[in-house]
């Protein structure tokens, strides 16, 4: 089985700065993508930035210049700057990867107000 473990998040004020992680553990044989999601309350979970085992990355249009992801070995990050309220949600890590296919971590409140 594969293990996510996410933490960095919290409360911020708009214009501000987190940082996301999210360490993959257990017996994978072989990372294909990385990612993060957030879902908002009544709102469908939407991607927000992946990462392939090439290093080629994309992400939702409305946080592009403001978030970047990057991986190290088995752990993904998310960057996340210039915070805005309507980023405000539970962000998820996701791993593609064999022999497991999708897996998902239990999710980490990231919450931006004044």
């Known amino acids: 089985q594969v293990q996510l473990v996410e933490s960095g998040g919290g409360l911020v004020q708009p214009g501000g700065s987190l940082r996301l992680s999210c360490a993959a553990s257990?017996?994978?044989?072989?990372?294909?993508?990385m990612a993060w999601y957030r879902q908002a309350p009544g709102k469908q979970r939407d991607l927000v930035a992946g990462?392939?085992?090439?290093?080629e990355t994309n992400y939702l249009d409305r946080v592009k210049g403001r978030f970047t992801i990057s991986r190290d070995k088995n752990t993904v990050y998310l960057q996340m700057n210039s915070l805005k309220p309507e980023d405000t949600a539970v962000y998820y890590c996701?791993?593609?990867?064999?022999?497991?296919?999708?897996?998902w971590g239990q999710g980490t409140q990231v919450t931006v107000s004044s």
């Open positions: 257990g017996s994978i044989f072989n990372i294909k993508t």
């Open positions: 996701n791993l593609d990867s064999d022999p497991w296919g999708v897996s």
């Open positions: 990462i392939s085992i090439l290093g």
